[in-house]
């Protein structure tokens, strides 16, 4: 299978800020970057839920 997408939506935990979650991310891109296959990562937050959709873009679901 090729061009996989992996979606992921979650909600943060109480008193958890917007600048704590972007480090976090930044801090697991470095991992998920140099996994085989990783293509592309995005982050975003929908306003209304409160919810935050982290979606990373693979060039196939083979296993490393």
């Known amino acids: 299978m090729k061009n996989v997408i992996e979606i992921v ?8 800020t917007e ?11 470095v991992f ?3 996994l085989e296959g990783f293509e592309y990562r995005s982050l975003s937050y929908h306003i209304d839920t409160q ?8 060039d196939s679901m083979e296993p490393c």
């Open 9 to 16: 939506s979650f909600k943060v935990l109480p008193g958890t």
């Open 19 to 29: 600048a704590d979650l972007v480090v976090a991310t930044q801090q697991s891109q």
């Open 32 to 34: 998920i970057a140099k």
């Open 51 to 58: 919810t935050w959709t982290d979606v990373i873009y693979w």
